[in-house]
């Protein structure tokens, strides 16, 4: 019996051989394994009697209780077989991951006359379980990431956002206060000016009034 290393899901052929130390005519064997974690799907009689007619059956399948009774090849008439072979193939199904033993048992296998000796080898099937990656699981926001950040920037004054209305809301260049303060200068000496000459009037005016009263 062969070994084998697959995984879960996976649908795979074993192979029971024969290596006769003597020419062979007849075989029969039944076959265990362990149903939670293989299911067999198809049985088929392998190469070992292949050129020879033969009476042979494949086996009977119990997937409940993991067994194949009643599977046997014999060659019809003259002839014998003394070359290696395959006696069965066997597709199994793994169902679960594990280590499952599949055995043979109940064997028998003949010659021209009688049973002949025979050593017996189970074979193991390593199944691997599938990878399932983890689910994306949401993690809780860190309690520094919600804390509100202080802004050290005062918000913004309306009237810095709205755009002037026209061209006597802009501030005043450089050139143009100049001329404001000179405009203001002129203003003020033209306000002076006009204070001293009211000022001299009244005076010529009291002169008069006073030469007159003294003449």
């Known amino acids: 019996m062969e070994n084998a290393y697959v995984t879960e899901g996976d649908h795979f052929a074993l192979n029971i051989s024969c290596f006769p130390t003597e020419p062979i005519k007849a075989w029969e064997l039944k076959v265990s394994f362990p149903p939670e974690l293989l299911q067999v799907i198809n049985i088929s009689q392998g190469d070992f009697f292949d050129g020879y007619q033969t009476f042979a059956m494949n086996g009977l399948i119990d997937n409940v209780n993991g067994t194949i009774i009643n599977a046997y090849g014999l060659v019809l008439g003259q002839g014998n077989v003394s070359e290696a072979g395959h006696l069965l193939t066997i597709v199994f199904n793994a169902i679960a991951p594990g280590n499952a033993t599949v055995g043979i048992y109940g064997v028998g296998v ?21 990878y399932v990656p983890p689910e994306n699981v949401t993690q809780p926001p860190d309690e520094n990431d919600t804390q509100p950040q202080n802004d050290t920037n005062p918000p913004p004054n309306k009237n810095d956002m709205m755009p002037p209305s026209s061209s006597d809301d802009l501030p005043p260049s450089s050139e143009n206060a100049v001329v404001q303060n000179q405009n203001t200068r002129l203003e003020d000496s033209l306000s002076t000016f006009g204070t001293l000459m009211v000022a001299l009037v009244l005076v010529n005016f009291a002169i008069a009034i006073f030469a007159r009263l003294r003449y």
């Open 110 to 130: 003949t010659n021209e006359t009688g049973y002949v000796a025979r050593e017996l080898y189970n074979g193991t099937v390593h199944i691997a379980g599938i």
